[in-house]
């Protein structure tokens, strides 16, 4: 996957991709946190940021 023109931020233990919240809240499972109020759970970080990479190219 080509990453072109993302706005990454960190903030504490949170990863934003273009407005998308990854989190893990100290639990083994991280929570994406989609623009349109939609939450999905991965069991990696790898998984939780392909998904906000996808989701922000559809």
């Known amino acids: 996957?080509?990453?072109e023109n993302e706005e990454i931020e960190i903030v504490g233990d949170d990863l934003w991709i273009n407005g998308e919240l990854i989190t893990n809240y100290g639990a083994e499972e991280w929570f994406v946190f989609l623009d349109n109020n939609i939450q999905k759970e991965f069991e990696t970080l790898e998984e939780a940021v392909k998904c906000c990479l996808e989701e922000s190219h559809d």
Do not use: L, T
Request: proline share 0%.
């Open 1 to 3: 996957m080509k990453i």
